[in-house]
């Protein structure tokens, strides 16, 4: 099975600075998904950004973004102009293309904003 | 759009009794539905995977007959936890693939259910 890892189990930023959370994956496929997914007390699962393995360019969404380096199997998510609403827990996770739907998470890394 | 909604949000049981929980998609059909189980400052743990119109495939070390899964049609699954005891206490979450609307290879995911077992 694919193992995700989270080497940062706790990080915090100021409010309006920019933090980068860390992700590694291990796999032998070549064709796979990856995912940020964000939990705030809620324990509400929200889908933050997603990456194509395929695609080069790295996947972007306002104030997120990911660098993607496929061949260090790197997934690490940048959130930029933080905000006290981005304290959560973020998971990263992975999904292969061809060998079913099923999810492979990392264990987490706990985001505290400090206004 | 790919809205998923459980209920309920929250149970309180006494041992020995069953409780149903119920993921329903709200803006797409679900060909694949997820169970999982997160205890407290944990990753999700996935418990089964259901398809539907087909018996659900569980994990190692999940008990089939203690967590009936049933998903009946296209956008609803049930987890029925039977027999409950107090070390079933957890939060379960599902979630689901879209066969259509929202990205078919993203899993979009209910709520959560916080169930005690007193």
């Known amino acids: 099975a694919q193992t995700v890892t989270q080497s940062q189990p706790e990080m915090s930023v100021q409010e309006a600075e920019t933090v980068t959370l860390s992700c590694t994956y291990d796999?032998?496929?070549?064709?796979?998904?990856l995912f940020w997914y964000k939990q705030p007390p809620s324990r509400q699962m929200i889908l933050v950004i997603r990456?194509?393995?395929?695609?080069?360019q790295n996947a972007t969404e306002n104030r997120f973004s990911v660098n993607f380096q496929k061949a260090a199997k790197s997934f690490s998510l940048k959130i930029s102009d933080s905000q006290l609403g981005d304290a959560a827990m973020y998971f990263c996770?992975?999904?292969?293309?061809?060998?079913?739907?099923?999810?492979?998470f990392g264990t987490g890394t706990s985001l505290t904003v400090i206004p | 759009g790919a809205v998923v909604s459980q209920h309920p949000s929250r149970v309180i049981c006494k041992s020995g009794t069953s409780v149903k929980i119920e993921c329903r998609s709200l803006?797409?059909?679900?060909?694949?539905m997820f169970w999982y189980r997160q205890f407290p400052k944990q990753s999700l743990m996935l418990m089964a995977t259901s398809n539907e119109g087909s018996k659900a495939t569980y994990e190692q070390g999940v008990e089939k007959d203690k967590f009936l899964i049933n998903h009946a049609s296209l956008t609803l699954s049930t987890l029925t936890v039977t027999s409950a005891h107090p070390e079933d206490s957890s939060f379960y979450i599902c979630s689901a693939n879209s066969a259509s609307g929202g990205w078919t290879d993203t899993q979009y995911f209910g709520p959560g259910t916080r169930l005690t077992v007193l």
């Open positions: 990456q194509e393995a395929y695609k080069q």
């Open positions: 796999t032998s496929e070549s064709d796979y998904y």
């Open positions: 803006d797409f059909q679900a060909t694949t």
């Open positions: 996770a992975y999904r292969s293309a061809k060998t079913g739907n099923q999810f492979y």
